[in-house]
Antibody, heavy 119, light 115 residues
Framework: QVQLVQSGAEVKKPGASVKVSCKAS????????INWVRQATGQGLEWMGW????????GYAQKFQGRVTMTRDTSITTAYMELSSLRSEDTAVYYC????????????WGQGTLVTVSS | QAVLTQPSSLSASPGASASLTCTLR?????????IYWFQQKPGSPPQFLLT?????????GSGVPSRFSGSKGASANAGILLISGLQSEDEADYYC?????????FGGGTKLTVL
């Protein structure tokens, strides 16, 4: 079945970087975009950006421009989201989600990765 | 003003219908947008429910019951998620989303309580 499995929880200090992985299976990895969405505890969903695994093209929300990098390794059907210069406000659950490019059919979603930023 | 505004909470009784609204900022015309809806239960990732642009352009997610449907309220400039025959399992947070200015934008979410 189509599945996205994310890496485990991370604890980082302010100013550090974090790299979250999203392993895709059950479909042709290069045929769908991967989006990243985060959710702080008790808060709503916040879109961070998208990546086309075929071309490597990306698009980032303005809020994260310069701090986020989305990459992939097609040989292991895995997408990555790296966020740098972490601050406490970046503490959140980070999700990857597949979509058939140019639509918002985010389906499925990964299980989420909790990133905690604390000194 | 936020791009998408959703009421923070809504309560309805089992068996009744619930209408969840997603109001677009006044300078954005709901008629031109696909509205996407997601359901999120505590401790789980969101799940895609459906998308709606018009009666001829709409789609439910795989396995989503037909009692979930979409529409638009043109006068209110809003997308609407209608859930009929409410069940206790429908208690969840619901988010709308649109593609606007080269960005996916989520509404703040509505917590639906079924009691």
């Amino acid at each position: 079945q189509v599945q996205l499995v994310q890496s485990g929880a991370e604890v980082k200090k302010p100013g550090a970087s974090v790299k979250v992985s999203c392993k895709a299976s059950g479909y042709t990895f290069t045929s769908y975009d991967i989006n990243w969405v985060r959710q702080a505890t008790g808060q709503g969903l916040e879109w961070m950006g998208w990546m086309n695994p075929n071309s490597g093209n990306t698009g980032y929300a303005q809020k994260f421009q310069g701090r986020v990098t989305m990459t992939r390794d097609t040989s292991i059907t895995t997408a990555y989201m790296e966020l740098s210069s972490l601050r406490s406000e970046d503490t959140a659950v980070y999700y990857c989600a597949r979509n058939p490019g140019e639509t918002g059919r985010f389906d499925p979603w990964g299980q989420g990765t909790l990133v905690t930023v604390s000194s | 003003q936020a791009v998408l505004t959703q009421p923070s909470s809504l309560s309805a009784s089992p068996g009744a219908s619930a209408s969840l609204t997603c109001t677009l900022r006044s300078d954005i015309n709901v008629g031109t947008y696909w509205i996407y809806w997601f359901q999120q239960k505590p401790g789980s990732p969101p799940q895609f429910l459906l998308t709606y642009k018009s009666e001829s352009d709409k789609q439910r997610g795989s396995g989503v019951p037909s009692r979930f449907s979409g529409s638009k309220g043109a006068s209110a400039n809003a997308g609407i998620l209608l859930i009929s025959g409410l069940q206790s399992e429908d208690e969840a947070d619901y988010y709308c989303m649109i593609w606007h200015s080269s960005t996916w934008v989520f509404g703040g979410g509505t917590k639906l309580t079924v009691l």
